[in-house]
């Protein structure tokens, strides 16, 4: 644990909040992109340590929020085929969909597996020649790898029944179509573990573009406190710049290798995201040469139409124009044992991180 | 051959009889059992009695630091003593899976009647049944708790008495149970050297009983964890509460096990721990009786009743950060005791 300590010393922390004291005069503020970041701001209380002057909105970058509704249907369809046997990360579970959720689904019979890996997904196919498993691939760049080796494998076997249903997105579309909406923030507490694997490139023409600094920032309260640091000091020098704070894990370049496997099997497709809309180019679909895996074209399927849920306003808040005590239900009838939207069901979604640690805020 | 147990073994004839007299009878012996009456014959000295019941159904049945026999007296017993009750007399129910090894039943009721004696309390009645394979998974275990209770200490369970200023002690670390049953679960393929902490907490409270008349609310931190408890003393008094990270003892295995899979120790359940609110004043000396005692050598004071935010528990984070203590959402450990 002593690694983790270094990154939880009250001490260091104490010098890192007073500096930001220090050097903090302008009112900003700072969007952390992803919904870990979210998470580990609320649970280590930081904002309590923070000057008044710096506000921190969570952004677009919880997976299971941003993804549509119409996703979470047509996944719950599959289910109810008979032949059909659903792999998924376990956060999906209980994510509502227009009229069920696979918790609901579970219960009337379908089957559902909760997996680690795609490699999981992978040998159920294999154990289960006459059933066709369909895999759930959902987040951004940080899982989409695993994906993409999860389909070249299911081709090196050979599998006949293995097949992805990808809700993968990129990050850098989302962040570039929050600014041209007009979201007002100063800087990008930008996503660490999607950029183990895309390197800086992906955040290069922000600071030129909108003016915006992209720090990429570790998970412990020191990395969170340092990269606000650095972010106050770039906005107040008027330097918006693209820098590293999370050295130990990433690399400019990130992973050369991940990124070549992402290209070999996905293309980049037009994709709808909670509260921004369509985006150009802002999803991940099989290319043509592996799409025998594709669950959508491969799976005949019939739909309910999608019914998204009035009064929710995830939307709203995935793009940092309202927190989640804005929203009417929050709490009341939206709670994470009864949730209305995905943002109160997933680990990473803002409402259940401002639910369980900063219910008042 | 290694014996099994029979469906014939719940049946109530002979084999019955035979696993009563040889197995339960012969370990828990004490005169109440001995007399094979239907009902157990009690007499009692006092008016107010404390009574309590608990199911056990802990996956795996034996991990380190105790199994399901332990922890069925354990749990029990700790229901009776939080509430400020002397814990004197158990039943104990036993549903077992056709088919089940005789030697383990054998050391799951040896534990049970170790512990009971540790304890200071009787099993004075009990039923065995035995269901086909497969109709449960090995053995469940139902105890039931019956002791007295002085009517001094009656608002210990309804902390009617917590005010502004009460201390808030806890006799050691936390999350060692959640963990040590989670990490012998085989799936995980984990090594870990995390006992629980599962044992009776009688002897331990009595001592703080009698150094302190200001012992103003107990509970046993079991499963939902020490937040759970404080959560709920929160919403039960109606007044605000503030603990402090820094100060609540973890054990660095748990801890790291604890961040490994993604859990907060905060959340994570005790069989061996309790948590006392009492009286500013009092506090040294509760504290002195506790560390004196094997099972509160680690106990330490995590937070106190304040004034402000009524009705719910804050946590001052371990950067020196703070933010609310909630009750657990959604996905908790299942069959962890
Ligand atoms: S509180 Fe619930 S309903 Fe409101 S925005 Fe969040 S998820 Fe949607």
Not at chain 2, 22 to 37: E, G, I, K, M
Request: glycine share 10%; with cysteine; charged share 25%.
């Amino acid at each position: 644990m002593k690694y983790i300590d270094e990154y939880r010393d009250r001490e260091l922390v104490s010098r890192l909040v007073s500096e930001i004291q220090k050097v903090s005069r302008k009112d900003i503020a700072l969007m952390e992109v992803c919904g870990g970041h979210t998470m580990a701001i609320q649970k280590f209380g930081i904002p309590f340590l923070l000057p008044p002057t710096i506000h921190l909105l969570s952004g677009p970058g919880c997976p299971v929020c941003v993804s549509s509704r119409k996703y979470i249907d047509q996944a719950i369809a599959y289910s109810r085929l008979d032949d059909v046997i659903i792999t998924t990360f376990g956060d999906l579970i209980r994510v509502p969909g227009s009229t069920s959720s696979f918790e609901k689904e579970i219960a009337a019979g379908a089957d559902v597996r909760i997996v680690f890996s795609i490699l999981d997904a992978l040998k159920i196919a294999t154990e289960n020649p006459e059933n066709r498993v369909v895999f759930l691939g959902i987040g951004f760049e940080t899982t989409a790898p695993g994906s993409a080796a999860g389909v070249l494998n299911a081709a090196k076997q050979g599998l006949t029944n293995f097949f992805l249903f990808s809700s993968h997105k990129i990050m850098q579309p989302a962040m570039e179509a929050l600014i041209d909406e007009g979201v007002k923030i100063d800087g990008y507490i930008a996503p660490g573990h999607v950029s183990t694997i895309t390197g800086t490139g992906i955040y290069k023409d922000i600071p030129a573009k909108f003016g915006l600094g992209c720090v990429i920032t570790g998970f412990e309260p020191v990395d969170l406190l340092h990269s606000i640091l650095m972010l106050t000091r770039q906005v107040e020098d008027n330097k918006p710049e693209v820098a590293i704070q999370y050295k130990r894990a990433v690399k400019p370049e990130g992973n050369l290798k991940a990124k070549k496997m992402l290209d070999e099997v996905f293309d980049l497709r037009d994709d709808w995201w909670r509260g921004l809309g369509i985006l150009k180019k802002s999803g991940l679909v099989l290319r043509e040469k592996y799409s025998r895996f594709d669950a959508e074209k491969m799976i005949d399927v019939e739909v309910e139409e999608t019914r998204e849920d009035k009064g929710c306003i995830c939307g709203e808040i995935l793009k940092g124009l309202k927190k989640p005590g804005d929203c009417k239900l929050f709490a009341k009838a939206c709670t994470p044992s009864d949730p209305f939207g995905a943002c109160m069901v997933s680990n990473e979604g803002a409402c259940h991180a401002y639910y369980k640690y900063n219910r008042d805020g | 051959m290694d014996k099994k147990i029979l469906l014939g073994h719940g049946s109530g004839g002979k084999l019955t009889h035979n696993l009563i007299e040889n197995l339960f009878v012969r370990h828990f012996h004490n005169p109440v059992l001995a007399d094979q009456t239907d009902s157990a014959l009690l007499s009692l000295d006092t008016t107010n009695v404390a009574f309590t019941t608990d199911s056990f159904v802990v996956d795996p049945l034996f991990f380190p630091g105790g199994n399901i026999g332990k922890l069925a007296i354990a749990g029990t017993v700790n229901d009776l003593a939080v509430s400020g009750a002397k814990p004197l007399y158990l039943s104990a129910s036993f549903i077992i899976e056709e088919g089940y090894d005789f030697n383990d039943l054998e050391k799951i009721v040896q534990s049970m009647a170790e512990e009971a004696k540790k304890a200071g309390v009787q099993i004075v009645t009990g039923d065995t049944k035995v269901v086909n394979k497969g109709k449960c998974d090995k053995i469940f275990i139902t105890t039931t708790g019956l002791g007295t209770l002085s009517s001094q200490l009656k608002h210990i369970s309804t902390a009617d008495k917590v005010k502004r200023g009460d201390k808030i002690i806890i006799n050691g670390t936390i999350g060692d149970h959640g963990m040590a049953v989670l990490a012998a679960r085989e799936f995980l393929n984990l090594k870990s050297d995390i006992t629980s902490d599962c044992a009776c907490l009688n002897h331990l409270i009595n001592k703080a009983l009698n150094v302190s008349a200001q012992i103003h609310f107990m509970r046993d931190a079991t499963r939902g964890g020490v937040a759970t408890v404080l959560t709920e003393l929160a919403e039960i008094t109606g007044m605000g509460i503030e603990i402090d990270e820094q100060q609540i003892p973890v054990n660095e295995n748990v801890r790291g096990m604890c961040e490994l899979l993604g859990y907060d120790p905060l959340y994570v359940a005790n069989e061996g721990k309790v948590i006392m609110v009492v009286a500013s004043e009092d506090t040294d000396q509760v504290l002195k009786a506790m560390n004196n005692n094997k099972l509160g050598s680690n106990s330490s004071v995590i937070g106190e009743i304040v004034d402000e935010h009524p009705g719910r528990a804050w946590i001052k984070t371990t950067i020196g950060g703070k933010r609310i203590l909630d009750m657990l959402a959604g996905e908790q450990l299942p069959r962890i005791c």
